[in-house]
Protein backbone atom coordinates (compact mmCIF):
# COMPACT_ATOMS: atom_id res chain seq x y z
CA UNK A 1 0.00 0.00 0.00
CA UNK A 2 1.85 3.04 -0.87
CA UNK A 3 1.63 6.64 1.36
CA UNK A 4 1.17 9.85 0.95
CA UNK A 5 4.42 10.25 -0.69
CA UNK A 6 4.06 7.68 -2.80
CA UNK A 7 0.00 8.91 -4.37
CA UNK A 8 1.65 12.03 -4.69
CA UNK A 9 4.15 10.82 -6.98
CA UNK A 10 1.98 8.49 -8.72
CA UNK A 11 -0.47 11.30 -9.36
CA UNK A 12 2.60 13.35 -10.66
CA UNK A 13 3.96 10.37 -12.45
CA UNK A 14 -0.04 10.29 -14.70
CA UNK A 15 0.04 13.50 -15.06
CA UNK A 16 3.59 14.05 -16.38
CA UNK A 17 3.32 11.15 -18.87
CA UNK A 18 -0.14 11.96 -19.78
CA UNK A 19 1.05 15.78 -21.12
CA UNK A 20 4.75 13.94 -22.23
CA UNK A 21 1.97 12.28 -24.55
CA UNK A 22 0.44 15.71 -25.90
CA UNK A 23 4.25 17.25 -26.76
CA UNK A 24 4.33 14.66 -29.65
CA UNK A 25 1.58 16.87 -31.24
CA UNK A 26 4.21 20.28 -31.36
CA UNK A 27 5.90 20.70 -34.87
CA UNK A 28 9.46 19.93 -35.33
CA UNK A 29 11.17 22.90 -37.16
CA UNK A 30 13.39 21.80 -40.17
CA UNK A 31 16.43 24.29 -39.85
CA UNK A 32 16.70 24.09 -36.15
CA UNK A 33 17.80 21.45 -33.88
CA UNK A 34 16.04 22.27 -30.91
CA UNK A 35 11.71 22.67 -31.27
CA UNK A 36 9.50 24.12 -29.66
CA UNK A 37 8.59 20.48 -27.77
CA UNK A 38 12.43 20.41 -26.41
CA UNK A 39 11.70 22.34 -23.00
CA UNK A 40 8.45 20.97 -21.93
CA UNK A 41 9.72 17.30 -22.87
CA UNK A 42 12.50 17.88 -21.10
CA UNK A 43 10.97 18.97 -17.47
CA UNK A 44 7.97 16.45 -18.14
CA UNK A 45 10.32 13.71 -18.62
CA UNK A 46 12.69 14.95 -15.46
CA UNK A 47 9.02 15.16 -13.51
CA UNK A 48 8.26 11.91 -14.58
CA UNK A 49 11.27 10.18 -13.58
CA UNK A 50 11.38 12.30 -10.07
CA UNK A 51 8.20 10.77 -9.79
CA UNK A 52 8.26 7.83 -10.25
CA UNK A 53 11.94 7.66 -7.67
CA UNK A 54 9.38 9.27 -5.29
CA UNK A 55 7.30 6.12 -5.59
CA UNK A 56 9.91 3.80 -5.12
CA UNK A 57 11.21 5.46 -2.17
CA UNK A 58 7.70 5.61 -0.47
CA UNK A 59 7.45 1.58 -1.38
CA UNK A 60 11.25 0.94 -0.21
CA UNK A 61 10.35 3.38 3.19
CA UNK A 62 7.24 1.04 3.91
CA UNK A 63 8.73 -2.19 3.31
CA UNK A 64 11.49 -1.26 5.59
CA UNK A 65 9.05 0.23 8.17
CA UNK A 66 7.04 -2.98 7.56
CA UNK A 67 10.10 -5.28 8.34
CA UNK A 68 10.66 -2.73 11.51
CA UNK A 69 7.00 -3.06 12.87
CA UNK A 70 7.32 -7.11 12.67
CA UNK A 71 10.57 -7.60 14.51
CA UNK A 72 9.36 -5.14 17.51
CA UNK A 73 7.87 -5.95 20.35
CA UNK A 74 4.34 -3.83 21.10
CA UNK A 75 4.52 -0.84 22.50
CA UNK A 76 2.94 2.99 23.05
CA UNK A 77 1.46 4.46 19.71
CA UNK A 78 3.01 6.64 17.36
CA UNK A 79 3.43 10.19 18.74
CA UNK A 80 0.75 12.45 18.38
CA UNK A 81 0.90 14.96 15.63
CA UNK A 82 1.12 18.89 15.88
CA UNK A 83 -1.44 21.00 14.70
CA UNK A 84 0.43 22.97 12.77
CA UNK A 85 3.03 21.38 10.49
CA UNK A 86 6.48 21.24 10.85
CA UNK A 87 8.61 24.10 8.52
CA UNK A 88 5.42 25.79 7.84
CA UNK A 89 7.14 28.93 8.36
CA UNK A 90 9.98 28.05 5.85
CA UNK A 91 7.19 27.22 3.15
CA UNK A 92 5.72 30.52 3.54
CA UNK A 93 9.01 32.53 3.56
CA UNK A 94 10.26 30.60 0.39
CA UNK A 95 6.78 31.48 -0.98
CA UNK A 96 7.37 35.41 -0.24
CA UNK A 97 10.80 35.25 -1.72
CA UNK A 98 9.66 33.88 -4.41
CA UNK A 99 7.01 36.75 -4.67
CA UNK A 100 9.35 39.80 -4.04
CA UNK A 101 11.71 38.53 -6.48
CA UNK A 102 9.07 37.82 -9.15
CA UNK A 103 7.95 41.36 -8.14
CA UNK A 104 11.57 43.07 -8.37
CA UNK A 105 12.53 41.23 -11.41
CA UNK A 106 11.77 43.88 -13.79
CA UNK A 107 13.27 46.70 -11.65
CA UNK A 108 16.27 45.02 -11.35
CA UNK A 109 17.19 42.72 -14.25
CA UNK A 110 17.79 39.11 -14.26
CA UNK A 111 21.08 38.90 -12.82
CA UNK A 112 20.61 41.29 -9.60
CA UNK A 113 17.25 39.67 -8.74
CA UNK A 114 18.75 36.07 -9.21
CA UNK A 115 21.64 37.21 -6.97
CA UNK A 116 19.26 38.28 -3.90
CA UNK A 117 17.13 35.70 -4.58
CA UNK A 118 18.98 33.09 -4.56
CA UNK A 119 21.16 34.55 -1.92
CA UNK A 120 18.41 35.61 0.24
CA UNK A 121 17.03 31.82 -0.36
CA UNK A 122 19.57 30.17 0.93
CA UNK A 123 20.24 32.49 4.49
CA UNK A 124 16.47 31.72 5.07
CA UNK A 125 16.61 28.22 4.68
CA UNK A 126 20.34 27.35 6.62
CA UNK A 127 19.93 27.05 10.30
CA UNK A 128 20.94 30.89 12.09
CA UNK A 129 24.49 28.88 13.46
CA UNK A 130 25.37 27.61 10.58
CA UNK A 131 25.81 30.32 7.84
CA UNK A 132 28.47 30.03 5.63
CA UNK A 133 28.33 33.21 4.05
CA UNK A 134 30.74 32.81 1.67
CA UNK A 135 29.40 30.01 0.38
CA UNK A 136 26.39 31.88 0.02
CA UNK A 137 27.50 34.57 -2.37
CA UNK A 138 29.51 32.28 -4.38
CA UNK A 139 26.72 30.04 -5.07
CA UNK A 140 24.26 33.05 -5.76
CA UNK A 141 26.58 34.25 -7.97
CA UNK A 142 27.05 31.25 -9.65
CA UNK A 143 23.90 30.73 -9.87
CA UNK A 144 23.07 33.89 -11.86
CA UNK A 145 26.17 34.07 -13.63
CA UNK A 146 25.68 30.27 -15.03
CA UNK A 147 22.08 30.62 -15.66
CA UNK A 148 22.60 34.26 -17.52
CA UNK A 149 25.82 32.71 -19.51
CA UNK A 150 23.61 29.46 -20.63
CA UNK A 151 20.53 31.43 -21.50
CA UNK A 152 21.71 34.59 -23.36
CA UNK A 153 24.77 33.19 -24.72
CA UNK A 154 24.15 29.34 -25.69
CA UNK A 155 20.27 29.99 -26.10
CA UNK A 156 20.06 32.97 -27.04
CA UNK A 157 16.84 33.91 -24.90
CA UNK A 158 17.10 37.50 -23.71
CA UNK A 159 16.51 37.67 -19.90
CA UNK A 160 15.11 40.92 -18.19
CA UNK A 161 17.13 44.30 -18.20
CA UNK A 162 16.54 46.22 -15.19
CA UNK A 163 14.68 49.20 -15.66
CA UNK A 164 16.59 50.30 -12.09
CA UNK A 165 19.97 49.13 -12.96
CA UNK A 166 19.94 48.94 -16.91
CA UNK A 167 21.35 45.60 -17.16
Known amino acids: MLGRDG ?3 LVCLGGSLGLLALTRGLPQPALVPIGPGFYPRLVLGSTALL ?7 DLLARRREGRTRRGRAPGPGPAARSLVPA ?3 LVLTTFG ?3 AYVLLLP ?5 LGTFLFVGALQTA ?4 GRRRWLLIVVVAAATAWV ?4 FESYLSVL ?3 GRWTAF
Open 107 to 111: GLGYR
Open 97 to 99: LFA
Open 7 to 9: WAG
Open 87 to 89: GWA
Open 147 to 150: THLV
Open 51 to 57: SAMLVIA
Open 159 to 161: LPR
Open 125 to 128: LEPP
